[in-house]
Structures are given as C-alpha cells and as structure tokens.
C-alpha cells in the first residue's frame, strides 16, 4: 500500500506500490533492456544498481505549479489537473515546512506566478524560494515578497523571475557539498541534482570509472555550474568544460576562484557547435566527460571520435537516449565497458546511469 495519501491522483511517485527491492531490480533492468534492444551492445559489465542512502524525503528541490485561485500543487498524471499538496514525502523536510506559508504567499501576490521551486542546500538557513512569472512584476508585490524572508516559516531567500527581468530578496544562494573539502555554492536558480547523497556517490562512481589523471586533458560537455568540473580539474592537467546556460558558467567560474582551481577553461556556447569548432581546430583530448540532458546527446559522436578521447564517461538520466548514443560510439570503434545503474530517484521510475568506454 503506498504510503502517500496522494498516490495515485498526483502524478509524481508512480512506483510507490513496488516495494524497494522491486524497484531497484525493474530500475537495473530497465537499463540493461536499453542497451541491449535499443543500442544492440552486449559484452558490457553491468554492476549491481547503487541503492539511494533514503528512499524517502530525499529531494533538496521540488516544483509546485500555481492553479487557480492560487493554489499550489502537482500535476496530476496525464493532465494539468492540480492535485493541492500539503506535504510531499520525497520532499526534505526543510521544504515541507514552509509549504503553507508559500501558499499565503502565492495568494497575497499580484504578479502572475506560473509555478516556484523550494529548494534547499547543505548547510542550515538555505532554503530558497524560486518563482517563475508568466509577465512584468507587479511593483505594489515588493512589501511582500521583502516580508516573505525571515518569516516563522524559514525562508531565506526568494527570486522571482519572468522573460527579461530577475529579482532577488534575501540569500538567494545554496551550497552543494562535493567531495573532500569541495563544494559549490551557486544561486537557487541554477540547475542542480535533486538528491544531494546521490549526486556526491554519482561523483565518486564517476572519477573511479575514470580514473583521472594528473597528465590527463579533460573534455566535459555539459558541464554546468561545476558539479563534476571542481572535482575533474582536482585530478587532471586540464578541463575544458562546454555549457549553454550563461547563469551557469557564471557560477562555475566564481566556484572555480572560491576553490583556488586555476586549471579550468570555460566556453558558454551549445556543445554541438563547440564541438565542430575544437574539431575544425584539431583539438586533442586524453578523456572526455559528458551529463547531457534527458535528450541526450544525439549527432556529436562523430566529432568526439575526431578528438582523440581514449576515454569516454557518460553520465545519464534516461537509459534510452543513453543507449542510442553509446550505440553510435561503438560504430566508431569505442568499447562500452563498465555500466553502472544509481538510484537517484525512489519512488520513480528514473535511473542514474554512469557508463565508460574505451578504445
């Protein structure tokens, strides 16, 4: 029976009904069914799936969507029906608990509010309220927003934001722990992994897989704010590290000099066209790292071949898409060989997946 008086109206937890063990075996599954059916590969080492450290009340960020009359909820499965939550069990604590001084807020407002994520970091006091408008802001909605910072609630920070226009009350900053004495502090508003425990082990699988170097030229592509990149550049020669979000590079550079990590080359520009570029220019690489999207990374394997890497790491949330491009890299002559299955997720049907090739 899950245990969340949602299921089954929200459209979040779908796998609750399966117990832990069930989900972690279907999970480890779904990836070696991917990769078998979808990119025909075989003779790969598929490791024993990486359990999450809770299988509860474990994501740092959750998204609520505002619904008429202000209300503030999940999408129901299959629909834009919102289902009013008061409480979400994958939900940290720190965000359950300002639930319902958010909803006071959202309805004392006059600026058209889409949706807002509460997000949380790894030290106290870091709870921020990020808000997305559908138009301008509304000047009169100034008081209250400045009044929403320091309530009985615990929010530190609030941003909100529309096409064009951004503003920022409070600390609208989070700190990300890494690994050893590193760690990211970025704004709210900057993509960041949704389990802080399972980002830090995706990170220790990851630079055991690769077992960098400090001779080793690196290529990471979708690099971020500097999730893997700190730790990468910690343990090679260089990083070159490609992203398309500005905000994020932004971050990674300050990051980068709060860190004292002089090694690291940044590039904000689509990864497709920087690849074509440093291949134009005969670029040469030892390994290459890359976290795309859920998309994936379709139509750049050949420039990656072009680069030298001996090395591939590929870091993926969706087996499918990860399977399609390992596909296209075994054509060029690379080897999948370790493949290991992190659950980042419970509760979902969503697997980490970190896989590593070679030629």
Not at 70 to 84: I, K, M, P, T
Request: with cysteine; net charge neutral.
């Amino acid at each position: 029976t899950p245990p969340c008086p949602y299921a089954g109206e929200c459209g979040g937890c779908s796998w609750q009904h399966l117990n832990y063990e069930t989900q972690l075996e279907a999970k480890r599954q779904s990836v070696d069914d991917a990769l078998r059916r979808i990119g025909r590969l075989s003779d790969y080492d598929l490791r024993p799936i990486i359990p999450a450290a809770d299988e509860f009340h474990y994501r740092r960020r959750i998204r609520f969507q505002v619904g008429p009359g202000r209300e503030l909820g999940f999408y129901a499965a299959a629909s834009h029906d919102l289902v009013r939550i008061d409480s979400c069990l994958i939900a940290g604590e720190p965000l359950n608990g300002v639930i319902e001084t958010l909803r006071r807020w959202a309805r004392g407002t006059n600026t058209d509010i889409e949706h807002l994520e509460i997000v949380t970091g790894d030290e106290p006091n870091q709870t921020v309220v990020v808000a997305h408008a559908t138009g301008d802001f509304i000047p009169r909605d100034e008081p209250a927003c400045a009044n929403l910072i320091g309530v009985e609630g615990g929010i530190h920070g609030l941003i909100v934001s529309g096409r064009g226009w951004r503003k920022a009350w409070g600390e609208p900053r989070i700190t990300v722990g890494l690994c050893g004495d590193l760690d990211l502090n970025t704004e709210a508003d900057v993509f960041t992994q949704v389990n802080p425990a399972g980002n830090r082990r995706v990170l220790e699988e990851l630079l055991r897989a690769g077992d960098f170097h400090k001779s080793d030229r690196v290529l990471e592509l979708f690099s971020g704010a500097g999730n893997f990149t700190l730790p990468l550049a910690r343990r090679s020669a260089s990083v070159l590290a490609v992203e398309g979000h500005r905000q994020s590079v932004t971050n990674g550079k300050l990051n980068a000099q709060k860190n004292a990590i002089g090694n690291i080359q940044w590039i904000c520009a689509p990864v497709p066209m920087t690849l074509a570029e440093l291949r134009r220019k005969r670029k040469q690489f030892d390994k290459i790292v890359l976290d795309p999207p859920r998309a994936g990374a379709k139509g750049i394997a050949g420039d990656l071949n072009a680069l030298g890497g001996a090395g591939i790491i590929y870091v993926s949330c969706n087996p499918a898409t990860l399977a399609r491009d390992l596909a296209a890299l075994a054509k060029l002559g690379y080897k999948l060989g370790t493949v290991q299955p992190i659950d980042l997720f419970p509760q979902t049907f969503h697997v980490e997946t970190v896989a590593s090739l070679e030629r």
